[in-house]
């Protein structure tokens, strides 16, 4: 059995895509058994090799101690016989999937494909990705036979970037294969390092669409949330102390409102509902929680700006503060990150954003959106503070240190809590205007 050989070192299990889940893996199997980390990306791999962990979601300690094969030399896979894939699965504009990462990294790994080998998949796809898209390419370029010279398995990640808690060895994994004999092989490859154990999916199928309706899932239940402070907004009910009084029955759902974005939550329903359009369904309930998700940057710039006006602070050419443009708290990555949704709709109104983030990936945020952070001490004289991700740094901020940002001639603070970590008993004295979802 390959499982055997792995175990023994007699082989090497390698990692295609070396980023937030990627590398974790990476890392953890190379406490066991022998690791060959791949990325196209040379700079990233240069950095791992220096002992530097961009992800931040190991840390540098890890990444320097760990015995992974760091690469971006395609022909170093040809050593390995167990083959995992975890690239980005994104979507184009036009929200249908964006395929050629997985597609890509598809035609490195059939290039330098050897016989006797088992590749497993883990990026997010919808059902039929594995078996009708990546296996052709797979036998194409490496001109070996699927079934015959080399097997194939998905499973799905589960790694919750930045989440130091919920982790790959923690988290019971869902594994596949495309016949008994893979399934087995897959399951106790996983389970060298899932402590959690596994659960074995009877599909490939079935495996792929448990991971995308776990996100779909998600993103239904925010955009509920979402829609329940939209309505409270307009009752004048603070929708936190709604959640709150409902969540003490036993049997609550305990989500709560917010900007949803990432690879992940914001991603998974479209490609759900485009396999469902392929198949003469047009999903109802799915494409109306990403609608309401999706609007969400522009109801918060329409409320500031209400709460401006009401507090006598002239729109154009006001200053606000933006805390925060990672997709979520403590985590690097600002990719598809939905507070650039509200940056873009304050300068429809002529608004200047100052955007600062101590734990954002900063040459990332230029690259992405031509973005360059300001220091939270350097702000000063803005109309408004827009707290839009709850880091421990910036919720740690005290009322005097967010007392100085604001411009000293106005009557009134405007503070957009848009997380609600801050305590609001703190901004409800006539000199503020606190508003969260």
């Keep these: 059995m390959l499982y055997d050989k792995i175990i023994n070192g007699?082989?090497?299990?390698?990692?295609?895509?070396?980023?937030?889940?990627?590398?974790?893996?990476?890392?953890?199997?190379?406490?066991?058994?022998?690791?060959?980390?791949?990325?196209?990306?040379?700079?990233?791999?240069?950095l791992y090799k220096k002992g530097v962990d961009p992800t931040r979601e190991v840390g540098n300690k890890a990444i320097s101690e760990c015995s992974v094969e760091f690469t971006s030399d395609e022909a170093k896979l040809r050593e390995a016989k167990f083959h995992i894939v975890a690239v980005p699965t994104p979507v184009r504009r036009d929200h249908t999937p964006d395929l050629r990462p997985v597609e890509g990294a598809s035609e490195v790994l059939g290039r330098n494909l050897t016989k006797g080998s088992i590749v497993v998949y883990e990026s997010t796809?919808?059902?039929?990705?594995?078996?009708?898209i990546c296996v052709p390419i797979l036998e194409k370029t490496s001109g070996l036979k699927c079934g015959v010279d080399f097997k194939v398995g998905y499973s799905p990640e589960r790694i919750n970037p930045g989440d130091k808690v919920?982790?790959?060895?923690?988290?019971?994994?869902?594994?596949?294969?495309?016949?008994?004999?893979?399934?087995?092989e897959v399951a106790k490859i996983y389970e060298i390092v899932v402590n959690a154990g596994v659960h074995r999916a009877e599909s490939i199928m079935v495996a792929e669409a448990a991971k995308v309706i776990e996100n779909s899932q998600r993103d239904i239940n925010i955009a509920f949330m979402n829609e329940l402070s939209i309505i409270f907004e307009k009752l004048n009910i603070d929708t936190k102390a709604v959640l709150e009084a409902a969540g003490t029955k036993w049997n609550f759902l305990k989500f709560t409102p917010g900007l949803v974005g990432g690879h992940c939550i914001g991603v998974d329903p479209y490609y759900l509902t485009y396999k469902a359009e392929e198949v003469g369904y047009h999903s109802q309930i799915i494409l109306s929680g990403r609608r309401i998700n999706d609007d969400m940057g522009r109801y918060i710039v329409e409320c500031l700006v209400k709460k401006m006006i009401s507090a006598d602070i002239p729109v154009k050419n006001a200053k606000v503060a933006i805390l925060g443009l990672t997709f979520k708290e403590n985590c690097p990555d600002t990719r598809n990150t939905k507070v650039i949704d509200i940056i873009n709709e304050l300068k429809e109104y002529s608004i200047v954003p100052y955007i600062a983030d101590p734990v954002a990936d900063k040459e990332e945020a230029y690259r992405e959106y031509k973005i360059s952070f300001c220091e939270v001490d350097d702000i000063a004289d803005v109309d408004v503070v827009v707290l839009a991700v709850g880091h421990d740094e910036l919720k740690s901020m005290t009322k005097e240190q967010i007392d100085k940002l604001f411009k000293s001639g106005n009557k009134k603070k405007v503070l957009f809590d848009i997380k609600g970590v801050l305590d609001k008993n703190e901004y409800s004295g006539d000199d503020y205007i606190y508003w969260r979802l």
Excluded: C, Q
């Design 10 to 46: 007699e082989e090497k299990i390698s990692l295609i895509g070396l980023g937030y889940v990627g590398m974790p893996i990476a890392v953890s199997f190379s406490k066991k058994v022998k690791v060959i980390g791949f990325d196209i990306n040379k700079e990233k791999v240069d």
């Design 166 to 184: 919920h982790r790959l060895e923690t988290i019971k994994k869902i594994v596949s294969g495309m016949d008994a004999e893979t399934l087995e």
């Design 125 to 132: 796809v919808y059902p039929g990705v594995t078996e009708d």
